[in-house]
């Protein structure tokens, strides 16, 4: 949980939320220069997604979806062509997320022991 609040907190990146009804939902950490992320070392001019986390009572309604999608976007904007990221094994739910929005496993990046790694070429 340190590491999470360090991340939040962290100047670096851009904290994005997802807010209904006046109640943060969920939240990921978009690094445009993934360098900076603090994780992994990924090539020179990709970005990374850290922390993407839904609140327990809010999962199954999107808010992951809609947090990475808004990742992308801004990847898209900015003209960055690759995106990774870490995950755990036994998170299904995100994997599921990755996967379905064209992630794929990169396994020659992955941290052992500890998270696997995935690549979006976005173009």
């Avoid at 070392?41 to 839904?54: E, F």
């Avoid at 808010?63 to 990742?71: M, P, V």
């Avoid at 062509?81 to 020659?108: N, Q």
Wanted: net charge positive; hydrophobic share 45%; with cysteine.
């Amino acid at each position: 949980m340190d590491n999470v609040s360090q991340t939040v907190r962290a100047p670096e990146g851009m904290l994005m939320v997802a807010v209904a009804g006046g109640i943060i939902q969920g939240a990921v950490k978009f690094y445009p220069d993934a360098s900076q992320s603090g994780m992994g070392q990924w090539p020179q001019g990709v970005a990374a997604i850290r922390i993407l986390a839904v609140s327990p009572q809010s999962r199954g309604r999107g808010y992951g979806t809609l947090l990475a999608r808004e990742c992308l976007r801004r990847a898209e904007a900015l003209g960055i062509s690759t995106i990774f990221l870490f995950t755990g094994e036994f998170m299904h739910a995100a994997r599921h997320i990755y996967e379905k929005l064209g992630f794929k496993r990169v396994p020659e990046f992955d941290r052992a022991p500890g998270p696997i790694a995935y690549r979006l070429e976005m173009r």
